[in-house]
């Protein structure tokens, strides 16, 4: 069981995170949607050189299609490629195409859980995926995502016990409430960003070291608790 932290901005964040015990750290790279927390191609580099041998890369895109995604997967060689956007998901045969470019990689698709329906589309992406996230949406963000409040535990309790591969649970987890989230959902893994972050009046935002470490803390005591 893991924890995932996003979104990385700085080389000095990552290995912050990576101190802390984040088990996968991953970041947004520019592909034109305008992310929040999004960094160049050659920043991304940094980082995930950085990460080396220090906890798992993920890579977090957003495009309208899939050939954007090749250049940027060979040359990152990230641990994870996560597919967050509305118009371009994951496919049986990018999955193929993805894991021949770069041996090894996982292909992590977002699953924007609003009602019941969530539930068959996100069975259908486990069956060919490495695994999924359950997140949040926001429809003023340009991905599923980042949105910063929870959607619905039930729902996604349901979608854990019938995914055929691992689940990352998200959507506005925080170190106050992501021990009572594993403990109710009981997921392979969780994942935080806006409620490890200190956003700024121009919108911008760092992370918050010092919420990480709670976060993990917390999350790890759950995952303690659930194998006990």
């Not at 890579?59 to 990152?76: A, F, N, R």
């Not at 969530?118 to 996230?133: K, L």
Request: charged share 25%; with cysteine.
């Amino acid at each position: 069981m893991i924890t995932q932290i996003y979104s990385i901005q700085t080389v000095e964040e990552a290995l912050a995170c990576a101190d802390a015990g984040a088990d996968y750290i991953g970041l947004a790279i520019d592909t034109g949607a305008n992310l929040p927390s999004q960094v160049s191609l050659e920043q991304a580099k940094e980082i995930f050189d950085a990460l080396s041998g220090r906890a798992k890369t993920v890579l977090i895109c957003v495009t309208s299609s899939d050939e954007p995604l090749y250049k940027p997967v060979t040359y990152l060689k990230p641990d994870v490629i996560h597919l967050c956007g509305y118009d371009y998901r994951a496919t049986p045969e990018f999955v193929n195409r993805i894991k021949e470019l770069c041996p090894g990689i996982e292909v992590l698709q977002a699953i924007g859980v609003e009602d019941e329906s969530s539930i068959e589309e996100a069975v259908y992406y486990s069956s060919f995926c490495d695994s999924i996230i359950l997140d949040s949406i926001d429809r003023n963000i340009n991905g599923i995502g980042a949105a910063g409040f929870t959607n619905d535990w039930d729902i996604d309790r349901k979608i854990v016990e019938r995914s055929l591969c691992k689940v990352i649970l998200a959507g506005g987890l925080s170190p106050d409430n992501v021990r009572e989230a594993i403990l109710k959902v009981k997921p392979w893994g969780v994942d935080s960003f806006t409620k490890t972050s200190d956003v700024f009046p121009d919108g911008t935002s760092r992370k918050n070291i010092g919420k990480v470490k709670a976060f993990i803390r917390n999350a790890r005591e759950a995952f303690r608790e659930i194998d006990g």
